[in-house]
């Protein structure tokens, strides 16, 4: 200890023990100086705080606070049982700035800037460091006692004991924290956005509060076939699949309920217990299943497929809660069928021939395929054919036509004025297309093809327009009269 000498200034104190009202003025002190100098000078805020009362009455609480039983040993400031040093009244004035003391001791400092809890903390750091020896204890104990008697029933009110649980780790403590928000900053406990805190930070704390946290845990949740990400507070899968209201009884879980959820989160997939109806053979079966496909719920059903059996749904779709599922029994077959191939027309105009004449170059001829489909019944009722494979028998012959486009004469000299309709009425009912029983005649005045060639007519007589027919009956009528119609011809004079 320091034996300084000197002028100091001293305050001095109304209240316990006979203490005068408050005056300043110089002093002249020995070894330890009118309350002390030095090791607990330094305690009373004289000199090192620059007349800063309450950096004063913060360091002397902590040096009370080591003197007065206070339990720094257990961690705290744990209130020990009352002693004749509770008996100070907490009174004093400062009535002039402290002058600064002169001590080869450098002034404390307060680290961080961190407000009154990081004030405490340096002083509990100072207090550590620079443990007195017995006898500087007890020699100036009474003295200290007396100034720090003013600030230590606000300290003591501001104690406080209180319960922390963080994600499940319980632990009892003591601080001088005003609030939660506080308390966690002076436990190193930091928060994230889907962390839980009860009460909600920034309430305020009394003695005897319990804080809980709850720190939050991404799950990568596939419930019944639907992925989800969802965050839970939930330490365990049994805990977290109860917080989601997720229904366990008969499910499927890829993990053990038991198992722990870490911070970084799991990957569990659940399958529900769902109520599934199969339609087959004519007879309905329900049953209970948490599998993940139809096929398998089909299987545990007892119900099994064959050849080209299926079913309504999908087998490797997801089976829902109620869904009916018919299985079909299908039996199928094929059959070859012969079909037609119709033949295409191509018409050449020809200058040569009359307008109206179309003369058949290549006469046109229907191909054929054979064509294979797949015949089935589904549960006993047949179904619509189904076209799987053709191949062409024979290709179809295109059928070729000349198409006349000369101007038709408007007469025959030597035949006009004739009845021709009425020959044409009495040979073929007035039908240009008409044929005899026989083949051999044709058109409204039945010719045979010879004497239709002769005339310069092309093809076959009934196939060629109304107009030429008569032309070229005029042209025969000049040639021979009516004989070539020995039945008829009279019309032509009637």
């Known amino acids: 200890m320091s034996n300084s000498q000197g002028s100091h200034r001293k305050v001095r104190g109304g209240g316990g023990h006979g203490l005068a009202a408050g005056t300043a003025e110089p002093v002249e002190y020995g070894e330890y100086g009118e309350y002390g100098h030095g090791e607990y000078g330094e305690y009373r805020g004289y000199g090192g705080y620059d007349g800063c009362v309450e950096c004063a009455e913060e360091a002397a609480y902590a040096a009370y606070a080591a003197y007065a039983g206070y339990g720094r040993e257990r961690g705290g400031y744990a209130p020990q049982p009352p002693s004749t040093y509770d008996t100070y009244a907490p009174a004093y004035e400062l009535k002039e700035p402290l002058l600064p003391r002169q001590s080869a001791r450098p002034a404390p400092v307060v680290e961080g800037g961190g407000g009154r809890a990081e004030a405490r903390r340096a002083a509990r750091r100072r207090k550590d460091a620079e443990r007195p020896d017995t006898l500087r204890r007890l020699v100036p104990q009474a003295l200290v006692v007396a100034f720090l008697a003013g600030g230590t029933s606000a300290f003591v009110a501001s104690d406080k ?185 191509e018409r050449t105009e020809d200058a040569s021939l009359f307008k109206g004449t179309e003369v058949v170059v290549q006469a046109g001829a229907q191909g054929s395929r054979r064509v294979t489909y797949a015949l089935r019944t589904v549960n006993g009722v047949k179904q619509r054919p189904r076209k799987i494979a053709e191949h062409v028998a024979r290709e179809p012959v295109t059928r070729r036509v000349k198409v006349g486009t000369k101007p038709m004469p408007t007469s025959v000299e030597g035949a006009e004025g004739l009845n021709w309709g009425g020959l044409a009425q009495c040979e073929s009912g007035g039908r240009p297309g008409a044929v005899d029983p026989t083949g051999n005649y044709g058109g409204l005045y039945q010719f045979d093809a010879q004497t239709w060639q002769s005339l310069g007519g092309s093809g076959r007589p009934q196939e060629a327009s109304a107009s030429e027919q008569t032309y070229r009956a005029k042209k025969l009528y000049v040639q021979r009269g009516a004989s070539p119609w020995p039945h008829c011809g009279g019309r032509l004079r009637g």
């Open 161 to 345: 004991a209180v319960k922390l649980s963080v994600d499940g780790v319980p632990s009892t403590m003591h601080t001088f924290a005003d609030d939660v928000t506080e308390l966690l900053e002076d436990q190193g406990v930091e928060l994230g956005a889907h962390d839980v805190v009860a009460p909600a930070p920034g309430a305020e704390l009394a003695s005897g509060d319990e804080v809980v946290v709850r720190y939050g845990r991404p799950v990568a949740l596939t419930l019944d076939g639907q992925r989800r990400r969802v965050w839970t507070t939930a330490r365990t899968v049994d805990g977290a699949l109860r917080q989601l209201g997720v229904r366990v009884e008969g499910a499927y879980l890829s993990v053990s309920r038991s198992s722990e959820i870490g911070r970084s989160g799991l990957a569990l997939d659940v399958r529900t217990e769902r109520a599934v109806t199969f339609m087959a053979d004519g007879r309905e079966r329900t049953i209970r299943t948490n599998v993940a496909t139809v096929g398998e719920a089909l299987a545990e059903a007892g119900i099994s497929l064959r050849g080209e059996d299926t079913t309504s749904v999908p087998a490797d779709s997801f089976p829902r809660d109620g869904q009916m599922v018919t299985v079909m029994r299908i039996k199928g077959s094929k059959e070859v069928r012969e079909e037609p191939i119709p033949f295409e027309i």
